[in-house]
C-alpha cells in the first residue's frame, strides 16, 4: 500500500505507471484512507492526465462507498472546467457507485446534465446514474424531465433519460407528464417514443393520463408498428377496469389493420389485450365499445332472442364465420329421454350433413364422443343446444351437461343465450 501511495505520489514516474498504481489501490485494502487520499490526491493534481485522473476516478467508486472524500473528490472532478468530457463520465459513473442517495452526488449529476459545455454522451451517463442513486428523489426527476424537454439534447440522450424515468419513482406525476408529452411530440422520433411508452408501463400504474396517451398512441395512423407494440404490452401492465371501453373501441381498429399486414406479434399483443377487456367487461358494455361510432340503426340488438334461423342469418353475414363454422342447432325439446340423448344428437349431426358413423348408430354418450372426436369435416361444427319456444319439457340433466361439456373441438351453448352472446363466443373461439 505505502509503496503504491508512493508510487502516485512521485513526480518522476509517467501517468502509464501511475494509472496502474491507481488501479492496484482500488483492487487491494477497500476502505483503506491512506489509499482514498492518495487517489484523491491524483485526482486533483494539474499535472496529471485526463486517462489517469479516469482510472483514479474509477478506483475511488470501488474502494470505499459513502466515503465523503472520495465524494467532495470526484464531484470537483466533475465540476472542473479543465476536465475532458469522458473524464467526467467516468466520474459520473463512479458516483454513482460511492453513495447512492447521496445528495452532493445528485446535486453534481444535476449540474453536470444542466451545464452547455457537457456533451450528450456524458449527459446520457449522469442520465443513467441518477436513475440509480435515488429513486424517488424529486431533484433528479427534475433534472431528467428538463434533459428530455430540452430541444438542444439528442434523441439517443432523451431515451436514456426517459429510461432512467422509468426507474426512478413509479407513479410520479412529474415523470408520467412528461413522457406523455414526449409521446406527442412529433419532433421526437419513434425510437423515443416506444422507450416514453414502456416506461409509462413501468410506472404508470392505473394512471388515466398515462393510459390515455398510450391507447392514442395505438390509434394513430402515423405512428410505426414497434411504438404500438410497446404501447399495447405497457397497457397490459398498467390497464384498469374503467379505461377498457375506450381501448376496445381503439384495439378493433388495430386487430383489422395487423390481419391485412399479417404482424403476428401486433396482432397477438393486442388479441391479449382484447381478451383481458372481454373477460372483465359485461357483454353489453363490451358490444356497445365495439361498435362505438357505428350507425346504430344498423346495428342488432345485443339483446336479441336467440332463434336458430337468426342465429345461422348472423353467420351468414359474416365473412370469417361463414367460411369456418358449420352450425348444428340441436332442439332439445324432442328428446324422448333426455336422460339418454346419445342416439338422438347423432340423428341430428347427420341430418345435417356430417358423414355417418362407420360403427352404427351410437347409443352412449361415450360412443357418442368418439364419432365427435373423430368427426372430419372442412368446417368446425358447432353444436348449440337449446329448448324450442314455449316447450315445458325437462331440461337436460346435469351428467348429460357434464358430458357435453368434455366434448373436444367445439362449443355447446345451454341456457338462455342471445344470438349476440352465441356470436361473441364463435367470434373468440376463431380467433
Not at 445528485?106 to 450528450?120: E, P, W
Request: proline share 3%.
Amino acid at each position: 500500500m505505502d509503496a503504491l501511495v508512493k508510487l502516485i505520489a512521485d513526480s518522476n514516474v509517467d501517468n502509464h505507471t501511475k494509472r496502474l498504481a491507481a488501479f492496484s489501490l482500488g483492487e487491494i485494502d477497500p476502505g483503506n484512507q491512506t489509499a482514498i487520499d492518495a487517489l484523491v490526491k491524483l485526482i486533483t493534481d494539474s499535472n496529471v492526465n485526463n486517462s489517469t485522473k479516469r482510472l483514479a476516478a474509477s478506483s475511488l467508486g470501488e474502494i470505499d462507498p459513502g466515503n465523503q472524500t472520495a465524494i467532495d473528490a470526484l464531484v470537483k472532478l466533475i465540476t472542473d472546467s479543465n476536465v475532458n468530457n469522458s473524464t467526467k463520465r467516468l466520474a459520473a459513473f463512479s458516483l454513482g457507485q460511492v453513495d447512492p442517495g447521496n445528495q452532493t452526488a445528485i446535486d453534481a449529476l444535476v449540474k453536470l446534465i444542466s451545464d452547455s459545455n457537457v456533451n450528450d454522451s456524458t449527459k446520457r451517463l449522469a442520465a443513467s446514474r441518477l436513475g440509480q442513486v435515488d429513486p424517488g428523489n424529486q431533484t433528479a426527476i427534475d433534472a431528467l424531465v428538463k434533459l428530455i424537454t430540452d430541444s438542444n439534447v439528442n434523441n439517443a440522450t432523451k431515451r436514456l433519460a426517459v429510461f432512467s424515468l422509468g426507474k426512478i419513482d413509479s407513479d410520479n406525476k412529474t415523470a408520467i407528464d412528461a413522457l406523455v408529452k414526449l409521446i406527442a411530440d412529433s419532433n421526437v422520433d419513434d425510437s423515443t417514443k416506444r422507450e416514453a411508452a414502456f416506461s409509462l408501463g413501468e410506472i404508470g400504474s392505473g394512471n388515466k393520463t398515462a393510459i390515455d396517451a398510450l391507447v392514442n398512441l395505438l390509434a394513430r395512423s402515423n405512428v410505426d408498428d414497434s411504438s404500438k407494440y410497446y404501447a399495447a404490452s405497457s397497457l397490459g401492465r398498467i390497464l384498469t377496469k374503467e379505461h377498457m371501453a375506450s381501448l376496445v373501441t381503439v384495439l378493433k381498429n388495430c386487430l383489422s389493420d395487423e390481419i391485412y399486414k399479417s404482424n403476428f406479434d401486433n396482432f397477438q399483443e393486442y388479441y391479449s389485450l382484447l381478451w383481458n377487456c372481454a373477460q372483465n367487461m359485461t357483454y353489453q358494455d363490451f358490444y356497445q365499445a365495439w361498435h362505438a361510432g357505428e350507425d346504430s340503426e344498423n346495428l342488432d340488438s345485443p339483446s336479441q332472442t336467440f332463434t336458430p334461423q337468426n342465429l345461422q342469418a348472423a353467420i351468414n353475414s359474416d365473412r370469417l364465420l361463414s367460411q369456418t363454422i358449420h352450425l348444428i342447432c340441436i332442439d332439445t325439446s324432442k328428446f324422448i329421454d333426455p336422460n339418454h340423448p346419445a342416439s338422438k344428437i347423432y340423428t341430428e349431426i347427420v341430418k345435417a350433413g356430417c358423414p355417418k358413423c362407420e360403427d352404427g348408430t351410437p347409443t352412449t354418450m361415450t360412443e357418442l364422443q368418439t364419432y365427435w372426436d373423430l368427426l372430419e369435416t372442412d368446417k368446425r361444427v358447432v353444436l348449440v343446444f337449446y329448448q324450442g319456444m314455449g316447450s315445458q319439457s325437462p331440461e337436460l340433466s346435469d351428467r348429460i351437461l357434464n358430458d357435453i361439456s368434455r366434448f373436444d373441438n367445439t362449443i355447446c351453448v345451454i341456457g338462455d343465450q342471445t344470438s349476440d352472446d352465441i356470436l361473441n363466443r364463435l367470434r373468440s373461439l376463431q380467433s
